[in-house]
């Protein structure tokens, strides 16, 4: 069984438009190898946003909340060097 990052998104696509057309998401999976979950979350993803991607299937929070992690990561960072050099500084 094959990694979900493994598959292209026009492949993905063509399993979407399967399940929209009829055909069951347990008689492709079958088929394809594919887990049902894996069918329908690409279906979830496809009907929000047209895209397969994590980033643009994100809402407005979980984009700032990303931002704010990184930005509270670069922070702390420069707060441990800081405390590096206070302590440098100190020594002297």
């Known amino acids: 069984m094959k990694n979900q ?3 292209t998104d026009e492949f993905r696509e063509q399993i979407v438009k399967l399940v929209v057309n009829g055909k069951s998401a347990i008689q492709i999976a079958r088929e394809y190898s594919i887990t049902k979950t894996t069918i329908y979350n690409w279906i ?8 397969f991607r994590d980033r ?16 509270n990561k670069q922070l702390r ?4 060097l800081l405390k590096q050099a206070a302590l440098i500084m100190a020594r002297r």
């Open 56 to 71: 643009d299937n994100r809402s407005a929070e979980e984009e700032e909340l990303i931002l704010l992690r990184k930005e």
């Open 5 to 7: 990052n493994d598959y």
């Open 44 to 51: 979830k993803k496809y009907k929000n946003t047209g895209s």
């Open 77 to 80: 960072m420069e707060v441990d």
